[in-house]
C-alpha cells in the first residue's frame, strides 16, 4: 500500500501510475481543507500567513543554499552574491506579506458580518393577509 505502484490504462490516454497512499493522502487533504474552509469564514487569510511563513525557507532559502554547496559557489564570487541578494529580496518581500496577511486576518476577523442565530426561525412566515390563504 505504501511503496507499491499499480498501472492502469485508460482508452485514449497513456498508461497511468498510481500510488493508493499518494491518492488516499491527496484526497483527505483536499477534504479536510474543504471542511475547515466551510467552518472559518476568514480561512482564506489564515492560508495567507500560512504561506508567507512556508514560502521564503521552503521555495528560495533552501534550493538557493543547496545550489550554492553543490555547485561549490564561493561566497564573494558574483553569482554568490546575486544568488545571497536574491534570497535576501525574497526575504523582504514574505516580511512584507506577512504583515499585509496579518493586518488581513485582523481586519476579516472584527468586521466579519457572520452572525450565529440564537433562536429558531420558522422555516415559513405566514402572513395572514396573503390572498392564497
Known sequence: ??????????????SFRGNPLRICFRTA????????AILFPYFNQVLGVLGTF??????IYFPVE???VQKKIDVWTT?????????????LV??????????G?????????????THPTPLL???????FL
Open 105 to 117: 486576518l485582523v481586519s476579516k476577523k472584527f468586521t466579519s458580518k457572520t452572525k450565529i442565530c
Open 79 to 91: 553569482k554568490g552574491v546575486l544568488l545571497r541578494t536574491f534570497s535576501a529580496f525574497c526575504l
Open 54 to 59: 512556508s514560502f521564503w525557507p521552503l521555495a
Open 66 to 68: 543547496m545550489y550554492i
Open 1 to 14: 500500500f505504501v511503496n507499491k505502484y499499480y498501472s492502469m490504462k485508460l482508452p485514449l490516454f497513456p
Open 125 to 131: 412566515a405566514i402572513n395572514p393577509s396573503s390572498p
Open 94 to 103: 514574505s516580511i512584507v506579506t506577512f504583515f499585509g496577511s496579518v493586518e
Open 29 to 36: 487533504y483536499v477534504a479536510s481543507t474543504t471542511g475547515i
